[in-house]
């Protein structure tokens, strides 16, 4: 199956864009607020905005025409089809159409940001608009309004709680005063703000008509003078084509950005100023190791006819890795506070007959009134912990410890019902309802004295009629939402849901993802992306959003406690994704890994010189080289420490296959590394001392695979 590589156009050019004047870089990139900091690759992404609006309006001067010349001249065709319903609309916007089609240089004043979900895109949207002030007030750019669109209520919440945190301790000028879209007109002529003004709305409630919610996009047209930052909008119902169309006439004279972790169109991509995605994330060590399973969900395919075994075999597996992750916690938790780990079950049907909901319930229950036959309790063990021994997780190289793996053999079905479902014992399923709210319902065994398990659905109306009848249903005493404080709510083990609350939800407790019956389109790869965007973070101390040896590296975490911690703290990191249709799952994240792995085709960044071209060119050819050539113009020698040198030395006597199993190593840089090691590693007294061998030489075999 080929899958196409992303062109990231705009990126390229910038990433190397170096005649940017300093004044463009007048504001503080790094302070968000008196309590927060902006990692570097938030940093790194308001950089390359700068750098674009440079582009744009100190290089071209806001020329559109000029800017696509410049910049996609020979990557963008002239103009593009548009469907015959927006040709109207888009010449009400002042836009020239040529039979029904756009030329693509009225739209291309925009720049897209694609971050992983959990990277903070907010945080950086709200620097974006300080950044934007500063350059105005500089008048570096055009004097404009600025608009944030997004796509849901509580995403705006999440917009307006992240300003707050930013205006505190700010003077009256430097903050940033939001309104809604509805003000507009009173703000521009009625009022005089006395900081940054700020107008927002929903994306999706955007029309051409007026009514108590949506608005008319004439009324706010502004002449298209606006500042228009997008987060998430291009989601949205089949007037999506149509809201594209109006936010592209509301910054006609402005300029437009972007932000989504899952962009799918061509335009998102090319238009691209910085990448952050799922697969960068990971890499950069701000969330946990991904692995997707082998072993599908298909027992809970509603197409295939399985046996009860079957389905029950799969949820023993899931259930037997949440147990060992508990415990491996609670091996740590005293020296490094992790979260609590968490099955999140995503499912597609809900009320429907034999739901996936329902059929998942089922099998859950009859598992905890331990309807469970020890032989297929030792074989779903024995399958799963097969799996994991030659585990390969995705974009990098991560293997589980043998401790781990241990643990996992030692695990009883009584270990599964303690840490699961709260209980000593086998027992019933009761229900538990929370006073006045209709979206979630708690589970707990009769013979346990604690919930384990939250059902947050649409509406629990038609579940507790028609899907719990015959279980005893019982009403708590607090009235309050048991998701809202998840993450301190350690009692709950399993959150079951559909796609209603995957998107806006904080939490790093998820650390086993079960997808039933999750389909293949654009929609599901969405989903799939943002889904695990959510379940990816990480903090292993308060506030600190970096795995451990990233910690350990960065010297924020003591040898001592590493070396105490090291070998559980890989599956603590560790994200599994089990799926439906586990091949979906690995085509979908294969789209992030081969972005990194494929070759860019540089064929259309460099042009042939017209003297040569239909002329012969010979070209050399060259036999294999048993050496790994260094450029003798660099110094390529790794400095060690002395005592890491020698434990190094030491290591490298294991067996070379092992070692290439272990770090997923290119055999022909260890077999350089062992026969020349004293020419390739210095010994430097003052290096600091790592004093393990595993990640001394793991960093060995990045650095020479990268430099030979």
């Known amino acids: 199956m080929s899958l196409s590589i992303p062109n990231l156009r705009l990126k390229t050019i910038l990433d190397t864009l170096e005649d940017v004047e300093e004044v463009w870089y007048s504001i503080d990139l790094s302070t968000f607020s008196s309590k927060k900091k902006l990692f570097d690759y938030q940093q790194s992404a308001l950089r390359n905005a700068i750098k674009g609006l440079y582009y744009f309006y100190g290089k071209c001067g806001g020329d559109k025409k000029e800017f ?38 009225q739209i291309i004043n925009r720049m897209s940001f694609w971050m992983a979900t959990g990277s903070g895109k907010t945080l950086v949207i709200v620097k974006l608009i300080e950044l934007l002030s500063n350059l105005m007030k500089l008048g570096l ?3 404009k309004d600025i608009l944030f669109l997004t796509h849901r209520d509580d995403l705006i919440g999440q917009f307006r709680r992240h300003v707050e945190e930013f205006n505190e301790g700010r003077m009256l ?8 879209l509805k ?20 994306a999706d409630l955007f029309d051409t008509e007026q009514s ?46 972007d932000f989504s972790a899952t962009f799918t169109e061509e335009i998102d991509f090319i238009t691209c100023a910085y990448e952050f995605n799922l697969a960068e ?150 229900v538990v309802q929370i006073p006045q709210n209709r979206q979630e319902l708690l589970f707990k065994l009769k013979s346990g004295d604690r919930p384990f398990a939250l059902m947050k659905i649409g509406d629990i109306t038609q579940w507790l009629k028609e ?51 999750i389909g293949k389109g654009e929609d599901a790869k969405k989903f799939v992306l943002q889904s695990i965007g959510r379940g990816v973070r990480i903090e292993p101390f308060k506030n600190v959003r970096r795995r451990l040896e990233i910690l350990y590296g960065n010297s924020q975490v003591d040898k001592e406690t590493y070396r105490q911690v090291r070998d559980w703290a890989t599956p603590v990191e560790s994200l599994f994704v089990f799926g439906t249709k586990a091949n979906n799952l690995e085509t979908i994240l294969q789209t992030l890994r081969t972005q990194r792995e494929e070759e860019e085709n540089l064929g259309d960044l ?98 020479f695979s990268t430099k030979f």
């Open 281 to 430: 994330f990971v890499r950069r060590g701000y969330g946990k190791h991904i692995y997707v399973s082998g072993e599908a969900l298909r027992s809970f395919s509603r197409k295939e006819d399985f046996s009860p075994e079957e389905k029950q075999k799969i949820l023993l597996k899931i259930f037997i890795l949440l147990t060992g992750l508990i415990k491996a916690r609670e091996k740590v938790k005293d020296k490094v506070p992790y979260h609590k780990p968490l099955l999140l079950v995503l499912v597609n049907s809900v009320n429907t007959e034999d739901s996936d909901m329902e059929l998942f319930f089922r099998e859950l229950a009859r598992i905890a009134e331990g309807e469970v036959q020890d032989s297929h309790f030792q074989r779903a063990k024995d399958e799963l912990i097969q799996e994991l021994e030659t585990a390969n997780f995705q974009f990098e190289s991560v293997r589980l410890s043998r401790e781990f793996l241990d643990l996992l053999r030692e695990i009883t079905f009584e270990d599964v019902l303690e840490s699961v479902f709260n209980s000593k014992s086998t027992g019933t399923v009761e």
């Open 212 to 257: 108590e919610k949506r608005i008319d996009f004439r009324n706010y047209l502004n002449n298209g003078d606006w500042y228009l930052i997008l987060d998430e909008a291009h989601k949205g119902d089949r007037e999506e084509s149509k809201r594209q169309a109006i936010f592209n006439i509301l910054c006609k004279n402005g300029f437009r950005f």
């Open 141 to 143: 750019i055009p004097q």
């Open 68 to 105: 696509f010349e410049d910049v996609y001249r020979n990557i963008l065709p002239e103009s593009f089809p548009i469907n015959e319903r927006l040709v109207g609309l888009y010449q009400e916007g002042g836009f020239e159409i040529d039979e029904n089609r756009l030329p693509y240089y």
């Open 183 to 202: 003000e507009f007109g009173k703000v521009k002529w009625l009022y005089n703000p006395t900081g940054i003004p700020v107008f927002y709305y929903r």
């Open 173 to 180: 000028s430097e903050k940033l005063e939001l309104y809604e």
């Open 606 to 703: 460099f042009e042939i010189n017209p003297e040569v071209q239909g002329k012969l060119l010979l070209v050399p050819e060259y036999e294999e080289s048993e050496l790994m050539l260094i450029d003798s113009n660099r110094n390529h020698r790794y400095p060690l420490n002395p005592e890491d040198k020698e434990l190094v030395r030491e290591f490298l006597e294991i067996d070379d296959r092992v070692l290439v199993c272990m770090f997923d190593a290119n055999p022909k840089v260890l077999a350089k590394l062992k026969r020349d090691f004293d020419a390739l590693v210095s010994v430097e007294p003052n290096a600091r001392k790592i004093g393990i061998p595993e990640v001394v030489l793991k960093r060995l075999l990045e650095y």
């Open 467 to 517: 899907k719990l009848e015959g279980y005893e249903v019982v009403e708590r005493f607090e009235d309050e939402s048991v998701f809202a404080r998840l993450n301190e709510d350690e009692d709950i083990n399993i959150l079951m849901g559909s796609r209603a609350f995957y998107e806006g939800w904080d939490s790093n407790r998820p650390n086993v993802i079960a997808f039933i019956n």
